[in-house]
């Protein structure tokens, strides 16, 4: 049992080091380094204002603050700021998605009067943060990275800053990777938004789903559990039989009770219905995995039910400073606006 | 002007109306004090009157147009963006400006006409006491009842639906409760209301009357435990025992009141809220 030698190795650092400095965190983490070696690290406990002053507290949050409104605005003209040549789009291409924020649901009606669930996704402060080219990646497809909300630097590590800086872009709450064809690249720092997508199109959005903690066997798998009376001895919401007699042992992968949620799912084939370009919200049809107020990761869908619908899409992205003017609100063909009369029935 | 009404009006009590007291009021206003006068005009030692009592008019208690913002413009206490609430709130305005949707109140009797794919006329009338509002934003509800040939029909209609073609209040009341779902369980005289009745008039700055009305049940078993005081009914005439009243305060819970957790303080919200949407309503 491997457990011993790193009780021994954390003994012997408690020996050693004692104070209230770095407590062999090597061994902590389960380093199975040699066991006789007792390294001593310094990792102490502290977070970024802890030694600082009032005023200099205040004064660093003032001027990260300014200094991200003015990168922001430095982005604000993808177009003029020498972007890599722009393709257009050919079938078979894959272009970037986007980093939303979950704001709830709402129902909308289309021109026949039929009623749907749609999620409203805001794309706020998007940009892209980095491109890796194919043979940095897995040797097939390039990718890039591109982040969502604008979050504090104080609590990021200095690699994932460095990702910021380079893109001059400031820090973001969630960073996602995008597979895409080398005709679909986008310089890192460009902003998007919701007018990527286009009313009529369909997307996969994936996200977290909500965490419910350690759940028994009947609402993480579903299963029937036991009757509440007729004699059942303390077995009301059990799994009952694990396996057989035949088979001698318990598969790998058997449904039993543990943590549910708080797992990456997507949600496929999803109908974008309207796109309000002020403020850059999405509706999506149906329901998304997540919480309010969640990031989520939106992509053209790779279903091949849906390979038409996906035709002619702004590409590689949508620029603002473009000489495309869109209205505040763009419809799909069957949804009701309500600027209009009632639906009538002829 | 003075003798005159010394004469007919003796006993004063014509001073409680609200109307003679506005009356009495200018009338005095040039006076300094009225028994002085009344000494002047008199010749003959006259029965002394007593000088009519001071008439405070509260100048304030002017007329106030009454300010109405329909519940489902108040947004509910949750973690959501206030962005969210005001996407909703341009929509429902938009259609508002469009379909036009009076005020009204659990216990007002309502016309709705629908268009409806399936009828010969493509349209669908009818005519309830509306039991409930329920819903928040663009998927504000409201439920209609009636008792057509002897059954009892419910209808739940969305206030945002472009499938709505009119909604005409017929008679604008309140009741004691918020929640008249015990009309399932009360004789079926109190939701029997007239399909062609015609609309009662109602002006815009008038109070809305509350109607005190007390409904007499059917038999029990209810579909629900009425009595008990969750649903703190006001308007039901309980024709129950006493012991049975006294077993349903029971599950009073009389701490709820003092929660501070629960209390949602919604008036400068809805102050915000009436004034945007009355604004985007002028345009």
């Not at chain 1, 066991?35 to 001593?40: M, N």
């Not at chain 1, 040549?85 to 979950?102: D, M, N, T, Y």
């Not at chain 2, 028994?35 to 010749?43: F, H, I, K, P, V």
Request: charged share 25%.
């Amino acid at each position: 049992m491997p457990g011993w030698e790193r009780l021994l190795c954390r003994a012997g650092v408690r020996l050693l080091a004692g104070g209230p400095g770095g407590l062999g965190q090597a061994a902590a983490t389960g380093n199975r380094g040699p066991w006789c070696f007792i390294v001593r690290h310094i990792n102490s406990t502290t977070w970024w204002d802890e030694h600082l002053s009032e005023e200099n507290t205040q004064f660093l949050k003032q001027l990260t603050a300014e200094q991200y409104r003015a990168q922001t605005a430095s982005k604000l003209c993808p177009l003029k700021d020498e972007p890599w040549p722009l393709h257009s789009w050919e079938p078979g291409s894959r272009r970037v998605g986007l980093v939303a924020i979950k704001l709830g649901m709402i129902p909308l009606w289309t021109k026949n009067g039929e009623r749907h669930a749609v999620t409203l996704l805001q794309v706020k402060d998007c940009h892209v943060l980095r491109y890796t080219p194919k043979e940095e990646y897995n040797g097939k497809t390039a990718t890039l990275t591109v982040g969502g909300k604008n979050s504090s630097p104080f609590y990021k590590p200095e690699s994932a800053l460095e990702v910021f800086r380079e893109a001059g872009v400031p820090p973001k709450q969630k960073s996602t990777i995008f597979k895409v064809s080398d005709n679909a690249i986008i310089k890192p720092g460009t902003p998007l938004y919701a007018a990527h997508f286009r009313p009529g199109q369909f997307v996969d959005v994936t996200a977290k789903t909500i965490g419910k903690g350690f759940q028994g066997v009947m609402k993480r798998w579903g299963f029937k559990g036991q009757p509440a009376s007729h004699g059942q001895t303390k077995t009301h919401r059990r799994p009952g039989a694990i396996s057989n007699s035949n088979a001698g042992k318990v598969f790998r992968g058997t449904k039993m009770p543990g943590k549910m949620g708080n797992i990456y799912r997507t949600a496929l084939g999803l109908k974008v219905w309207r796109i309000n370009t002020k403020h850059n919200i999405i509706y999506v049809h149906g329901s998304v995995p997540g919480h309010k107020n969640c990031l989520v990761k939106v992509r053209d869908t790779n279903l091949p039910t849906y390979r038409d619908c996906n035709k002619n899409p702004p590409f590689p992205t949508f620029f603002a400073d473009g000489e495309e003017e869109l209205p505040e609100d763009l419809y799909d063909q069957e949804v009701f606006q309500f600027t209009d009369p009632s639906v009538t029935y002829v | 002007m003075l003798t005159c009404y010394r004469g007919y009006f003796g006993d004063y009590s014509w001073l409680k109306s609200v109307y003679f007291q506005h009356h009495l009021v200018s009338v005095f206003e040039g006076c300094f004090s009225s028994s002085g006068l009344l000494r002047a005009n008199n010749e003959e030692p006259a029965k002394f009157q007593p000088p009519p009592k001071p008439v405070v008019v509260d100048k304030h208690k002017e007329i106030v147009e009454r300010r109405f913002l329909s519940p489902e413009f108040i947004p509910p206490r949750e973690r959501t963006d206030p962005l969210k609430f005001c996407i909703e709130r341009t929509d429902m305005i938009r259609r508002r400006k469009v379909l036009d949707i009076p005020e009204f109140y659990v216990g007002s009797i309502l016309s709705v006409t629908t268009a409806d794919p399936y009828a010969s006329d493509k349209t669908s009338h009818f005519v309830g006491i509306c039991i409930q509002r329920g819903g928040k934003g663009l998927g504000a509800t409201f439920v209609l009842r009636n008792i057509i040939q002897g059954q009892g029909v419910e209808f739940c209609y969305e206030l945002y639906n472009p499938r709505m073609r009119e909604i005409k209040v017929l008679k604008l009341e309140k009741r004691l409760d918020d929640n008249l779902m015990y009309l399932r369980d009360a004789l079926p005289e109190y939701s029997t209301f007239d399909i062609n009745m015609k609309p009662v008039p109602h002006s815009a700055n008038d109070e809305i009357p509350v109607n005190q009305l007390k409904v007499k049940m059917k038999p029990r078993p209810w579909t629900k435990r009425w009595e008990r005081p969750k649903f703190n009914i006001q308007g039901i005439h309980f024709e129950l025992p006493e012991k049975m009243m006294e077993e349903a305060q029971k599950w009073s819970m009389p701490w709820i009141k003092f929660d501070m957790l629960r209390e949602y303080n919604t008036s400068k919200l809805e102050e915000e809220i009436w004034k945007e949407v009355n604004e985007e309503l002028k345009k």
